[in-house]
């Protein structure tokens, strides 16, 4: 079964940033939507960011709009979110996604999402 695996959590302050990886293990997901959600303690998984195949699409939830950057690196078949300006409100584990053969299209839906991810941890202290 292939799996993804994130990378980069950690706890900062207000205001710090961090970069968030994630790396497939036994295929390759560069012909794939892929997407970063987000799950806080006693909340539904929230879209954070989608990204098409290509990386000329993306798509940003709003409040992460212009904080966050979804950015991938297909010949080392990594997609990564940077994180900026974190907010009290940012704390959750993130997970990255992924949608097999969607090329073009953007996925905001967790159930759009065929590969996920164990998480990785986002603490923010103010």
């Known amino acids: 079964q292939p799996q993804l695996v994130e990378s980069g959590g950690g706890s900062v302050q207000a205001g710090g940033s961090l970069r968030l990886s994630c790396a497939p293990s036994?295929?390759?997901?560069?012909?794939?939507?892929m997407g970063w959600f987000r799950q806080a303690p006693g909340k539904e998984r929230e879209f954070v960011a989608s990204m098409n195949w290509s990386g000329v699409s993306t798509y940003y939830a709003d409040s992460v709009k212009g904080r966050f950057t979804i950015s991938r690196d297909n010949a080392n078949n990594t997609v990564y979110l940077q994180m900026n300006s974190l907010k009290p409100e940012d704390p959750a584990v993130y997970y990255c996604?992924?949608?097999?053969?969607?090329?073009?299209?953007?996925?905001?839906?967790?159930?759009?999402?065929?590969?996920w991810g164990q998480g990785t941890q986002v603490a923010v202290s103010s």
């Open positions: 996604a992924a949608r097999p053969g969607a090329y073009y299209r953007i996925y905001v839906h967790p159930e759009d999402y065929s590969y």
């Open positions: 036994g295929r390759s997901f560069s012909a794939s939507t």
